[in-house]
């Protein structure tokens, strides 16, 4: 990988941690309203797969979502706006933080019901195989979505008529308040596709460059045979489920911890610094850089106007 290939990554994993660090600033101080779900240590596993997406492939996750359309390369100012729920915003101030929505990069959300993206992912690898437009749907869900029925009757259909289906799980250890030790059984996340012959692929979710490297992998085998891949990433998020969960149920020595050895940005910074000699300034001018655009998108969006009374049944199938 060229130095400049290096250094993209991990720009793209500090803009949208700078981005969530923006939103919650904008959350406390009212202008983001409804709830919002931070990305805030999962950094490395969006910019990680998204190195395998092509023009054709079509991706969907939850509503844990900023990362997702940041990384697709949608401007910040428009993500941003979104949240603050303005007429400038990717969904016209109509989805919020929840639901982004970007048709032009083929991003079909941001869903707010846990585990409904996994059905509606496996609905766009059928249309990919149905067009044989050569597709794939890449869909993202976490440890808590993984325990929904639907989704095993997504697995179900995506392995008896052979989709073009990547599921990446984002396990981070904890869905809402419950930890993943208390509602599944030991290393099951692990085996969830066997009963179906689903092949699973797993991943350390806070080393961008393992990211890279498996998800190459797992993509190469969907694309190549057009069969289901599950991608198994453990990762973490650092802040509550959203801006109103002050994570009680956690210890601070615990989230410290993984801030401390395992932090992606951090460990990547590292790598550069090592294997490709670059110094610590150069880092940190990255990360000003993207405290300043991040300064920029909130001003665009707080300047922005709500939508107006006759934008409510716009874009809207009826």
């Known amino acids: 990988m060229r130095t400049e290939e290096a250094l993209d990554l991990y720009r793209k994993m500090v803009e949208i941690r ?40 079509s991706v969907i996750t ?31 101030g109509k989805g ?17 019901i846990v585990g409904a993206q996994v059905s509606i992912g496996t609905g766009l690898a059928f249309a990919h195989k149905y067009k044989s437009d050569g597709g794939i749907s890449f869909t993202f869900f976490g440890d808590g979505a993984a325990n929904q029925g639907q989704v095993y009757e997504s697995f ?17 250890r904890y869905a809402l308040a419950t930890s993943a030790e208390r ?24 080393n961008l460059l393992e990211i890279i490297q498996k998800s190459r992998e797992a993509t190469n085998q969907v694309r190549e045979r057009s069969e289901p891949v599950i991608l198994n990433i453990d990762t973490y998020r650092y802040k509550g489920h ?31 610094q090592k294997d490709y000699g670059l110094s610590m300034k150069i880092l940190e001018t990255i ?12 001003k665009f969006a707080i300047d922005s106007q709500f939508p107006k009374e006759e934008n409510l049944r716009s874009d809207i199938l009826i």
């Open 156 to 172: 179900n259909m995506a392995a008896l008529w052979k989709l073009p289906a990547l599921y990446i799980l984002e396990n981070n």
């Open 18 to 57: 700078m981005f969530e660090e923006k939103a919650a600033e904008l959350y406390t101080q009212g202008h983001i309203f409804g709830f919002c779900h931070l990305y805030t240590g999962q950094e490395a596993v969006i910019v990680g797969i998204s190195q395998n997406f092509t023009s054709t492939d």
């Open 287 to 298: 990360n000003d850089d993207a405290v300043e655009k991040m300064e920029i998108a909130a």
């Open 242 to 272: 959203s801006m109103s969960d002050p994570g009680t149920y956690r210890t601070r020595s615990e989230v410290e911890t993984v801030r401390k050895s395992r932090d992606p940005i951090d460990n990547y910074g590292n790598v550069l």
């Open 96 to 112: 919020g933080s929840m639901h982004l929505y970007n048709r032009l990069r083929n991003f079909y959300g941001g869903n707010g």
């Open 183 to 206: 509602s599944t059984v030991r290393n099951s996340l692990k085996k969830r596709g066997d009963p179906f012959g689903i092949r699973t692929i797993c991943s350390d979710g806070m």
């Open 62 to 92: 939850s509503y844990r979502d900023h990362g997702h359309l940041l990384a697709l390369g949608v401007e910040p100012r428009y993500v941003m706006a979104e949240l603050c729920g303005k007429i400038t915003g990717c969904s016209k």
